[in-house]
């Protein structure tokens, strides 16, 4: 069982352009979890989706950032007009029930010039 | 919202020593996990331990839901064992998400 699988690895963007992180959760899990390390820091919860569905994006920045979790196809976390404070790790993680172990990728790597 | 502490924030060992670190949270919850963020970033599951205790190799784990805590044992440690070790904690239900501590910065010297 392939376990959760995050591309790009490694991102770089120029200030101003769109980002987008691609993560495809384990098999038979539903439940998708985006969450942000910034430098020398712990991991900040960014949003929760189930399929084609938002469950919370309380820690998502209100602007630039979007989520999306289709019917078909990878989970989405999309970042428009990136900014150098955006250079971070990008972790998704996925579980088969909403309190049930949650499982990571290995993240993307934004960097920002 | 629930509150994650870890301590201690930096520790440095022997190789061969062992080492307990400590977690607490500040209400109820029905997912806590270890994990262990090796030198290239990649986030390692250690334990699912909401309550009891659970034994892996070299680790242990325990979390005592009623006090609110929960403690990582890693025994005999290896150079391998360096790394930040994280506590998360989950409310469940809408709040899936899982609210992480600062981390314990774990150093072992050959």
């Known amino acids: 069982n392939a376990g959760v699988m995050q591309n790009p690895r490694h991102l770089v963007r120029r200030r101003g352009q769109e980002a987008r992180l691609r993560c495809s959760p384990m098999?038979?899990?539903?439940?998708v979890y985006w969450y942000r390390q910034l430098p020398e820091e712990g991991l900040k919860f960014m949003v929760y989706?189930?399929?084609?569905?938002?469950?919370?994006e309380s820690g998502m920045p209100k602007e630039r950032f979007s989520a999306e979790f289709p019917k078909e196809g990878p989970s989405i976390l999309r970042i428009q007009q990136v900014v150098r404070g955006d250079s971070a790790a990008y972790f998704c993680?996925?579980?088969?029930?909403?309190?049930?172990?949650?499982?990571f990728g290995p993240g993307t790597r934004l960097t920002v010039l | 919202g629930i509150q994650v502490e870890q301590s201690p924030p930096d520790l440095i060992l022997q190789e061969g020593a062992n080492s307990t670190l400590r977690c607490n949270f500040s209400d109820s919850v029905n997912n806590l996990q270890w994990f262990h963020q090796n030198p290239w970033g990649q986030l390692i599951n250690l334990f699912y331990?909401?309550?009891g205790t659970k034994q892996n190799g070299r680790l242990s784990a325990t979390t005592v839901a009623t006090e609110r805590y929960s403690l990582l044992y890693i025994s005999s440690s290896q150079t391998t064992d360096s790394g930040v070790y994280f506590c998360a904690v989950g409310g469940g239900g809408s709040q899936g998400n899982l609210i992480f501590g600062k981390g314990t910065k774990l150093s072992v010297k050959p």
């Open positions: 993680a996925s579980s088969p029930t909403s309190d049930g172990e949650q499982f």
């Open positions: 098999k038979g899990h539903s439940h």
């Open positions: 331990i909401p309550s």
């Open positions: 989706l189930q399929k084609e569905n938002i469950i919370d």
